[in-house]
């Protein structure tokens, strides 16, 4: 990264381009590293550390094979010649006073000018272990400019100078922290007043800085409470403006408009509710009184409904539906796989009855119909004889056309892009009201910040009479004779006359010979959270052999369900253990979510910390749906201690989704929440963390709320819509939009 001329106070804006702040060099390499164009993207690059001078980091605690940035003082510094050609090599050492850290340069001896004993600095490479001694590859380095005499004459002044904080940014092997440092030194001495997203009245309810200064503070701070005052104004910051493109998008799709869908006296939906043999819960109650509100508008619904594994969910959708056919109009059911799909069919024209079938003529259609019933089904769509669509990815297709959709119920949301979303709300002549129905518990940070667009309810309470489910952690590389119960456990509820599901990461996979270890490359769920080597992840096929091959399962007919088998044999498999004529069933996630089999007791999880904590909680749920009591074993080899058995340990303590939900968000340490399938682009959140930061987006979205009631385009806070313009590029817009 090349120098730059001095910039001229004033000259950039956040909407400048980088090259015109740092120069071309400089501007190619950050955009290559972090995908900055503008200097409001790399002002937006917070330092995720200070360090200090006066403090050196402990290198004890560096971690092998990653790239670090440590403050550390030169040790000695010498230069030898090659042994076996010509050239020399420079080798130094740095400590932190206790450990010591090698550095190694060829043919560079120039650098023993810079590198003399006792000097500090800024040290960045990556750590590696060479010779049972720690070394930093490729290192780079800044020096601290020497303290002049007259700094350390004044022991004011020299103790200023040692604890002054100096920002470590989030760096790359290419681009270390000072480098960036430098860039953004650059572009904050050209930096022009800076026009505040935060109305000055809530800055000063909430005791926020300007947001010129905490740019400035985050970046260049003097003493340690300047950038944790600007940390908090910019965390702020960015919750409010992600709340108001939220919030505003939502504001805009509701100017949309749409057909009012309104139940009729002696309709479908009175005379199905006049047939269900139970009562509703009280949640699917409330939740059913939301969508019925929603849906009497003259603008689209767009509702989130979240609910606990076999909470009901799929019964107050299917209630929106009839309240939508009552008017006349049609609704579309779009499942994530076709197993799901035909179970869906199924389940819905049982629990319609054979004369409500008949009227509304619920109709499946997916990819691997045969060509003359594709045909039929497609036919009953475009004339409006069947008023229920169930389908797959099949029905975005172009040649499916709707006689009037009025409803799109999308089950099981995180499986579809925005785009394919967007494809089927495109098939109403007018906007369908759409529904998004979920059993992945979303804690409500979350949901408040990828979906805060929607309106979302939430229904927990499940139906009376669910005998409950036990969950039991299964290691057998701590209690090895456990490995053996799981399959006389199994036995045992087969013998009862229930059922079984057997889970399995893989479909095919060498397994391992007895103590035989596979390099972590060669499974698929990569090495273990202790850095071992990694077992193969068990495969449906191997444990398919050895469940037929088990003496206590002699007389079990245990079969396989995975996905490279034909639409076909999925659905006949499935027909198959739903009606009792399988005992076993042996399978991969295919029946992670929908699969209803009430008679199913017994679900085991091969390598369950390969899993999700809500792949986890959702396979569990597929057992005692009925009044059956569930057994859930979760089989692990992951090290107790281990994150990845914590989050199997974490599945086994509580039945919770939510609870579950909120464990999972802080063990995953934090990634992307947004995602790019929600926005797309640069959407990662920078300082604001949805797992603590609650009450700040609560305030953050009340606050933005009210702006955006009185001025849903932000005309009169041009601060504010520039920033969400910032926030949300092109393609993030577009996605929101479709969302």
């Not at 001329?5 to 071309?24: C, H, R």
């Not at 509703?280 to 508008?297: H, N």
Request: glycine share 8%; aromatic share 4%; hydrophobic share 45%.
């Amino acid at each position: 990264m090349t120098s730059t001329p001095a910039p001229v106070a004033g000259s950039f804006g956040l909407d400048t381009k980088l090259v015109d702040a740092v120069g071309g060099a400089s501007a190619r390499a950050l955009q290559k590293a972090f995908a900055m164009v503008t200097v409001g993207d790399l002002l937006g690059h917070y330092p995720r550390r200070y360090a200090r001078r006066g403090e050196l980091t402990a290198l004890s605690d560096l971690p092998i094979d990653e790239n670090v940035t440590i403050v550390a003082e030169v040790l000695e510094v010498q230069e030898r010649s090659m042994k076996t050609r010509n050239g020399s090599i420079l080798e130094a050492k740095i400590s932190d006073g206790k450990g010591i850290l090698a550095l190694t340069f060829f043919n560079q001896g120039w650098r023993t000018k810079e590198l003399r004993p006792g000097v500090r600095g800024v040290f960045a490479g990556k750590v590696t272990d060479y010779r049972h001694k720690l070394q930093l590859a490729h290192p780079d380095y800044e020096l601290f400019g020497a303290a002049t005499d007259a700094i350390l004459a004044d022991p004011i002044t020299a103790d200023k100078w040692a604890k002054t904080p100096i920002a470590i940014y989030p760096a790359t092997s290419t681009i270390p922290s000072w480098k960036i440092h430098n860039a953004v030194e650059l572009a904050l001495d050209g930096l022009a007043p800076v026009p505040d997203p935060v109305p000055a009245a809530v800055r000063a309810e909430l005791h926020l800085e300007p947001h010129g200064r905490a740019l400035e503070w985050i970046h260049r701070p003097t003493v340690d409470a300047e950038w944790r005052k600007a940390r908090d104004t910019l965390r702020f910051t960015e919750a409010f403006v992600l709340q108001a493109a939220l919030l505003q998008q939502r504001a805009e799709a509701r100017k949309k408009p749409a057909t009012p869908r309104i139940p009729v006296e002696g309709g479908f939906l009175e005379r199905f509710d006049a047939s269900l043999p139970f009562d509703l819960t009280g949640d699917q109650k409330f939740v059913g009184r939301e969508i019925a509100d929603d849906l009497s508008q003259t603008w689209p619904m767009n509702r989130l409904v979240q609910g606990e594994v076999g909470s009901g969910k799929t019964l107050v959708a299917l209630r929106a539906m009839l309240t939508v056919a009552d008017s006349g109009g049609q609704a579309a059911l779009l499942a994530p796989t076709e197993v799901l799909a035909a179970q869906h069919l199924r389940s819905i024209a049982r629990v319609l009855g054979p004369d409500l079938s008949a009227s509304l003529m619920p109709t499946l259609l997916t990819g691997g119909l045969p060509v003359a019933e594709r045909r039929k089904a497609m036919l009953r769509a475009v004339s409006g004889q069947a008023r229920i669509v169930i389908g797959t990815h099949a029905l975005l297709g172009e040649k499916v056309e709707f006689f009037d959709l009025g409803l799109v119920v999308i089950d099981e949301q995180h499986r579809f892009g925005v785009d394919q979303r967007e494809a089927l709300r495109l098939k109403g002549a007018v906007p369908p009201h759409v529904l998004v129905l979920t059993a992945t518990p979303i804690p409500r940070t979350v949901a408040m910040t990828v979906f805060g667009d929607l309106d979302v309810s939430t229904i927990t309470e499940l139906p009376v009479g669910r005998a409950g489910i036990e969950s039991f952690v299964v290691p057998p590389g701590e209690r090895p004779a456990w490995a053996t119960r799981v399959w006389d456990r199994l036995a045992e509820e087969l013998a009862l006359g229930r059922q079984a599901f057997v889970v399995c990461p893989a479909i095919t996979l060498k397994q391992p010979e007895e103590g035989e270890i596979l390099d972590a490359s060669e499974a698929t769920g990569g090495p273990n959270a202790s850095g071992a080597p990694a077992r193969p992840p068990s495969s449906v096929k191997w444990v398919l052999a050895e469940l037929r091959a088990n003496p206590v399962l002699a007389s079990a007919r245990i079969e396989e369900l995975h996905g490279q088998m034909s639409s076909d044999a999925k659905d006949s498999v499935m027909r198959a253990f739903a009606a009792g004529d399988i005992d076993v069933l042996v399978a991969t996630t295919v029946i992670e979510v929908g699969v209803d089999v009430p008679n199913a007791s017994v679900m085991v999880v091969m390598d369950a910390d390969r899993f999700g904590v809500s792949q986890l909680h959702q396979l569990r749920g597929r057992v005692g749906r009925g009044d059956v009591p569930g057994l859930c074993l979760l089989v692990t080899w992951a090290e107790s201690g281990s994150l990845a058995r914590e989050r199997v340990d974490a599945v086994a303590a509580t039945l919770d989704g939510f609870d579950l939900a909120q464990v999972d968000l802080e063990l995953r340490r934090e990634g992307d929440v947004l995602g790019s399938n929600q926005s797309g682009g640069r959407s990662s959140l920078r300082l604001l963390r949805v797992a603590t930061d609650g009450d700040l987006i609560t305030a953050a979205r009340q606050h933005a709320g009210r702006l955006i009631d009185e001025d849903p385009g932000l005309a009169g806070i041009p601060a504010l819509q520039g920033a969400v313009q910032r926030r949300l590029d092109d393609s993030e817009r577009a996605s929101l939009t479709k969302s």
